[in-house]
């Protein structure tokens, strides 16, 4: 235990470097009120953040558990850019991909909230008070992806071979896979849905890709030396984190669509408008953040008999 006169003098030493008065601040210690847990977690404002348009009970269920995937897209950034920031070795690096696959793990198996925990007559009333909107327009979904891996994975698969491999940022934009949802590639005209995500992150997301360009996951593992990139923990904590975004969770969510607006086999259109049966299945895109730590078989399979 430190003696009461080593924790003041480290005191004194902290707030004389920063010219304030120590003995203002300790007044400031009596007078304050203690910490609670409302206060620390802010429990009223996160539970009031709940703002449904309409009666139905299960519009709760989607807005909340929205909210709980933008909370732990939140925390898998908080981790990617620990390792974009720092040099870790390998082990630390292992350590933060399994924690990054951890949420994304949560977010996999809890999507059945989702799927079997509204009522579908429910679901397709409130929903229509929803359109223009889409989880198309999470932005934090679209960082993640930013910072997990190089541009050119994040490229429409039909102009992948096309461009150079080091794209960047304001160059890269229209060929994302995600204009595919919003764009009609023959006229090039963008959806309302598009038009209006681009106008409220579009600048964000270059400076955030460009901040990324060289310190995604992707570039970090590929700097490390080559015993580490040979390590078959990272590797297997890499293609787990992989597989389970871009096929696990992609997958959950389709099987979502599918259950709410595939019903008797008529597709009903998404609130976000896009042509979903398509978009959304990852064995058309092929999303994969790290190509490399895939076989040609494996890559050819991608998202088929899941
Ligand atoms: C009943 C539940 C859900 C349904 C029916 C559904 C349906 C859809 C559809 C059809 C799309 C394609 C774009 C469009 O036309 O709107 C989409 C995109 C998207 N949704 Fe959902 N969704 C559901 C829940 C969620 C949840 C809980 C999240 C979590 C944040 C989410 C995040 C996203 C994201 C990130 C995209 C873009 C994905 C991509 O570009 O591949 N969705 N969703």
Redesign the pocket.
Known sequence: MKSDSNITNKLKTKYESIDQDLEVHLEGLLHSKPISYWDYIQTDVLLNLQKPRTDFPDEMV?IM??QI??LLFKMILSEISQVAENNFEVAEFTEKVMRISRYFDVLTSSFSI?KDGMNIEQ?NQFRTTLTPA???Q?AQ?RMVEFASTELINLIDKRFRDKVPKDICCNSAFEQLY?QA?GKDYKTGKKTYTLSAFEKRYKTEFISFSKHYENKNLWSKYKLLPKASRENKALIKAMRHYDYTVNVKWVMA?YN??NH??NIGGKTAE?????E?VK??HPKYQKRIFFPDLWTAEEIKNWGINI
């Open positions: 989607f558990y929205h995937s933008e989702m679901y889409s989880g198309f999470s979904y995600w949802a969510h979502t669509a709410y607006l998404a609130t976000g408008g896009s979903w978009y959304m």
